[in-house]
C-alpha cells in the first residue's frame, strides 16, 4: 500500500534538507576559505624568505622540499625612491586581505589572518615615515650584523659553498643600495650626525681590514676555512677543491667586498655635515608621531605613551624600594656589589645551560616530539675579538624551521666576565629563553598543522620580553646555587636582579623621554646624576645609544612588563575558571601549576602583539 508523508512531515524534511544544505554549503566555504588563505599565506612566506638569500638560509636547510633553487636568489638591492614605495606595497597587501571572509576560516587560521592585519598596520604607520629609518645603526645595522651572519652562514654542501661565495660577489651592490638610501635621508634633512657617521666608518675600516686580509688571519677567512675542513673530513668536498674555494673567498673578500666597505664608508664621508648633531626623533618634524608608531610596532604593546608611563613608573618605582629595603643595614652586601663578588661557582657555558635545564623542569612544558629522535644541540661560541666592540653581549642565531636541533649562541666575552652574568645572559639566549621559546614554537606549529607563515611575523616585544623574563627568573635559580656560598649569596643574586631591572626601566623610560618629549644630552646627564650616576662619559653613552637605537630598551623591558600583566589577567581569569590552584591562593610567581599553565599559554598562543594575547585570555573566561 502506497503510504504518502503528512503535511507536518514534509515540513520537518523540508526543514532538515535546508539545514543539511546550509551546514553543507557552510562547510564548503569554510574550506574553500582556508584552502584560499593558506595558499595566500604560503605564497607570502615564501615570497618574504627569498627576498634575501642570507635570511632564506637561515630560515630554510632543505630548499628542494619548497621547490625553490637558492642559486637563483640574490640580496636585495636597494634603489632610488623604493622606500617612498613601502606604503604602497603594504596598502595592496591590506586590500589583498581585506577580500578574505575571515569568519568563514578555521580557528587557527582567523587568529593568523587577524595577527597579519594587526601587524600589517603597524608596518603601514612606520613606512609613512620613509627615511627615518637606520639601516647603517652603530648598535646593530648592516656594516656589523653582515660579517656575523656571513661567519655563521650554514655550509653543509659544495652547493653552499659556491651560493655562498655567490653571496659574497653580491655585496657591493647591496652596500651602494644603502648608500643610496643615505644619500636620501640627507636629502630629507634626516641623515645620521657626525659622531655617528664616525663610528660607521670607523666599523667599515675594522671590520674589512686590509692588514688582516693580508696577512689570513681576518675571522671570515678563517671561519669559512674551519667550515670547509669539516666539509672536507666528512668527504662531502676533497682536499684540492677545499683549497680552491678558500683561494676564492680570499679573493672576493679583497678584491669585492673590502672595497666595498671602503666606498660605504667614503660616501658616508662626503655625506658629513649634512645632518643634525646626536637627538632624538622628537626634535624632527613627524619624530614624534613615527615614535609612536615604531613603538607599537616593536613592542608590541597597544598601550599609549601616558599608559606606557605609568607602568614603567610603577614598576621603577617597586624595584627601587625594594632593593633600597635590600641594602639598609647590610654594609657587607653592598662591599659584595661594588666589588662585583660572584658568589656563584665557575661553570663552563654547557654547564650552565645543563643546569638551567633542570631548574625550569616542572615549571615549563615540555618542548613537543619532533619527527625524528635527534636530540636539541646547542654550539656555545664566543665573538671574534675583531667583533666583540661592535657586537651584544650575546645573542641566539635562530636555527631553519625546518631543522631546529642545531642551536648557536654567540657570547661576547668582553661583556660577560663575571659567572652571574654568564648565568643569566644564557638564560636569555637558551633555556628557558631564545632557544626554548623558539624551538617550542616550531615544534608546536608543525605538530599543529599551523602553517609557518606565522614565523615570519616577527614581534620584538614578546621574543625580547620573553627572553628578559627567562632571564630574570633565573636571577632566582642562581640564588639557589649560589646558597652553597652562605647566607649573602641569595641575597647578591637579588640585588643583582633588583639593579638590572632599575636599569632596564630607566633606560626605557629615558627612550620615550629622548624620542617622544625630546630631553637633551643635558638633560639625561642630570637625571642621570640624580640616581647617583655622575659620570658625563658614561651618560653621554647612554644618550647616544638611545638617540642611535629608538624602542630597543622599551622591545625588552615593556615586553617584559606586557607579560608580567599577561600572568596577573592570567590569574584573574582562572582564579573565576578555577583552573589551577595558584590562581586561588593569588601564588602566581612561585607555584609550579600555575607558571606551567601560563607559560603554556604563552608558547602556544604567541609570538604576537599583547592586545591578541590579551584577547584570547579573555576568551577563556567566556569558555
Excluded at 374 to 402: G, H, N
Aim: negative net charge; charged residues 25%; aromatic residues 12%.
Amino acid at each position: 500500500m502506497k503510504r504518502f508523508l503528512s503535511v507536518r512531515q514534509w515540513l520537518i524534511t523540508l526543514l532538515l534538507l535546508t539545514l543539511l544544505s546550509a551546514a553543507t554549503l557552510l562547510c564548503y566555504s569554510r574550506s574553500h576559505a582556508d584552502t584560499e588563505f593558506e595558499a595566500f599565506a604560503e605564497r607570502f612566506f615564501l615570497q618574504e624568505t627569498q627576498a634575501n638569500p642570507i635570511h632564506f638560509h637561515y630560515t630554510i636547510d632543505n630548499a628542494d622540499a619548497y621547490h625553490i633553487d637558492e642559486a637563483r636568489l640574490s640580496l636585495p638591492v636597494y634603489h632610488a625612491g623604493d622606500a617612498a614605495n613601502d606604503a604602497y606595497a603594504l596598502s595592496l597587501l591590506a586590500k589583498q586581505l581585506a577580500r578574505f571572509e575571515h569568519r568563514n576560516l578555521s580557528a587557527d587560521n582567523r587568529r593568523l589572518y587577524e595577527l597579519l592585519c594587526s601587524y600589517t598596520d603597524s608596518l603601514r604607520r612606520t613606512a609613512a615615515y620613509p627615511y627615518f629609518s637606520e639601516p647603517l645603526s652603530p648598535a646593530s645595522g648592516a656594516v656589523s650584523e653582515l660579517p656575523l651572519l656571513l661567519a655563521e652562514y650554514r655550509l653543509d654542501t659544495a652547493e653552499d659553498v659556491e651560493l655562498y661565495l655567490h653571496i659574497l660577489e653580491q655585496i657591493p651592490a647591496y652596500l651602494s643600495g644603502l648608500a643610496v638610501y643615505e644619500r636620501e635621508k640627507a636629502q630629507a634633512g634626516l641623515f645620521m650626525s657626525d659622531d655617528t657617521a664616525d663610528s660607521v666608518i670607523e666599523q667599515c675600516d675594522a671590520l674589512m681590514s686590509r692588514e688582516e686580509l693580508d696577512d689570513g688571519s681576518h675571522f671570515l677567512e678563517a671561519t669559512f676555512a674551519n667550515r670547509l675542513a669539516k666539509l672536507t673530513a666528512r668527504g662531502v668536498i676533497t682536499e684540492k677543491k677545499a683549497l680552491s674555494y678558500q683561494s676564492e673567498n680570499d679573493r672576493l673578500l679583497t678584491t669585492a667586498v673590502a672595497p666595498a666597505y671602503d666606498r660605504l664608508a667614503d660616501e658616508l664621508t662626503l655625506l658629513k655635515g649634512s645632518g643634525q648633531e646626536t637627538c632624538g626623533l622628537a626634535h624632527y618634524a613627524g619624530g614624534r608621531e613615527y615614535y609612536e608608531a615604531l613603538l607599537a610596532l616593536q613592542t608590541g604593546s597597544a598601550r599609549d605613551i601616558a599608559d606606557i608611563k605609568r607602568l614603567l613608573y610603577d614598576d621603577l618605582k617597586s624595584s627601587y624600594t625594594a632593593l633600597r629595603s635590600l641594602l639598609q643595614g647590610n654594609a657587607a652586601l653592598r662591599t659584595a656589589l661594588v666589588s662585583a663578588q660572584s658568589p656563584l661557582p665557575a661553570l663552563s657555558p654547557e654547564e650552565i645551560l645543563k643546569r638551567l635545564q633542570a631548574d625550569m623542569s616542572g615549571l615549563y612544558p615540555q618542548i613537543p616530539s619532533g619527527s625524528d629522535d635527534a636530540p636539541i644541540d646547542c654550539a656555545v661560541r664566543y665573538v671574534d675579538d675583531t667583533l666583540e666592540a661592535y657586537s651584544a653581549p650575546a645573542f641566539y642565531m635562530t636555527p631553519p624551521i625546518d631543522n631546529v636541533n642545531r642551536n648557536t649562541i654567540y657570547i661576547n666575552a668582553a661583556d660577560t666576565a663575571d659567572e652571574l652574568s654568564l648565568f643569566t645572559t644564557l638564560a636569555h639566549e637558551g633555556w628557558p629563553g631564545h632557544l626554548y621559546q623558539t624551538v617550542y614554537c616550531e615544534r608546536y606549529w608543525k605538530q599543529s598543522g599551523i602553517t609557518p607563515f606565522r614565523g615570519i611575523l616577527y614581534y620584538g616585544g614578546f621574543v625580547e620580553g620573553w627572553a628578559m623574563y627567562a632571564e630574570l627568573s633565573a636571577y632566582d635559580y642562581a640564588a639557589t646555587l649560589a646558597d652553597d656560598a652562605g647566607p649573602a649569596g641569595a641575597a647578591y643574586c637579588t640585588a643583582c636582579r633588583l639593579d638590572r631591572q632599575i636599569t632596564l626601566c630607566l633606560y626605557s623610560l629615558l627612550d620615550i623621554a629622548i624620542h617622544y618629549d625630546g630631553l637633551t644630552r643635558t638633560d639625561v646627564r642630570q637625571l642621570l646624576s640624580s640616581f647617583g650616576r655622575t659620570d658625563t662619559a658614561g651618560a653621554d653613552a647612554v644618550y647616544d645609544y638611545i638617540a642611535q637605537e629608538p624602542c630597543n630598551y622599551p622591545k625588552y623591558y615593556l615586553g617584559y612588563l606586557e607579560i608580567r600583566e599577561l600572568q596577573k589577567q592570567a590569574a584573574d581569569i582562572w582564579r573565576d575558571n578555577r583552573r589551577t590552584t595558584a590562581a586561588q591562593n593569588d601564588n602566581i610567581d612561585t607555584d609550579p601549576d600555575f607558571l606551567y599553565f601560563f607559560h603554556k599559554f604563552l608558547l602556544e598562543n604567541g609570538p604576537a602583539d599583547f592586545k591578541t594575547l590579551s584577547e584570547s585570555l579573555s576568551a577563556e573566561r567566556k569558555d
